[in-house]
């Protein structure tokens, strides 16, 4: 069984900065591909970013390149999203997703989604 856990979400103005964490425990051979997604009222699901296990830059929605940076832990199964420049049109719930490969080096690959934080940017 995995499981992810957010945290970091909250209420920051308007060109401020906020830093997103999601870790995954369990039983847990490697994390492939660590991605956040967000979700605005009324909107789909959308991705914002995503970097893979031997990768140090990752890949980002054009609407927040340049602004959001995400990283990851390999050691600690955790990624996070320094979010900068924030705007209001940046406020949704954001979700951590994962493919991980469980147990061991033959386990079965799935994905996993955290339950989501919510940010909010306003004055």
């Known amino acids: 069984q995995v499981q992810l856990e957010e945290s970091g979400g909250g209420l920051v103005q308007p060109g401020g900065s906020h830093k997103l964490s999601c870790t995954a425990s369990?039983?847990?051979?490697?994390?492939?591909?660590m991605a956040w997604y967000r979700q605005a009222p009324g909107e789909e699901r959308e991705m914002v970013a995503d970097l893979y296990y031997t990768d140090t830059i990752g890949k980002y929605a054009d609407s927040v390149q340049g602004r959001f940076t995400i990283s990851r832990d390999n050691a600690k199964n955790t990624t996070y999203l320094q979010m900068n420049n924030l705007k209001p049109e940046d406020t949704a719930v954001y979700y951590c997703?994962?493919?991980?490969?469980?147990?061991?080096?033959?386990?079965?690959?799935?994905?996993?989604w955290g339950r989501g934080t919510q940010v909010s940017v306003s004055a």
């Open positions: 997703h994962f493919q991980i490969r469980q147990r061991d080096v033959n386990g079965p690959v799935n994905l996993y």
């Open positions: 369990g039983s847990i051979f490697r994390v492939y591909v």
